[in-house]
């Protein structure tokens, strides 16, 4: 079972940095896209950000502009440089690849088990 692993995150002041970083356990097959999601207490998942096979990003209003997600989904490696932190984006943030583990599977979606990012105000 292919296996996300994420690195980054911790504790911060609010209107620091943070990097947060993901790459596959092996390679899968193919990555079509992959991102960031995160879920703050008593609240639903939501996506943080999106990069897709050929560069198209998207980002949730609430970052954009203070975020960034570089990575390339051919090398499976995505990034997220977060600056700017306000309190509100304290949360646990998954990173989510979408693709394929073989060329005959199905597309499937790969989770991270999540990174705890904490700003204090």
């Known amino acids: 079972q292919v296996q996300l692993v994420e690195s980054g995150g911790g504790l911060a002041q609010a209107g620091g940095s943070l990097r947060l970083s993901c790459k596959t356990s092996?390679?899968?097959?193919?990555?079509?896209?992959m991102g960031w999601y995160r879920q703050a207490p008593d609240s639903e998942r939501e996506l943080v950000a999106q990069?897709?096979?050929?560069?198209?990003?998207n980002y949730a209003n609430s970052v954009q502009g203070r975020f960034t997600l570089s990575g390339d989904t051919s090398i499976q490696t995505v990034h997220l440089e977060m600056n700017g932190l306000k309190s509100e984006d304290t949360a646990i943030y998954f990173c989510?690849?979408?693709?394929?583990?073989?060329?005959?599977?199905?597309?499937?979606?790969?989770w991270g088990r999540g990174t705890q990012v904490t700003v204090s105000s």
């Open positions: 092996r390679r899968l097959f193919s990555v079509n896209s």
């Open positions: 989510k690849m979408r693709g394929f583990e073989r060329s005959m599977s199905l597309e499937s979606d790969y």
């Open positions: 990069i897709r096979r050929g560069g198209g990003r």
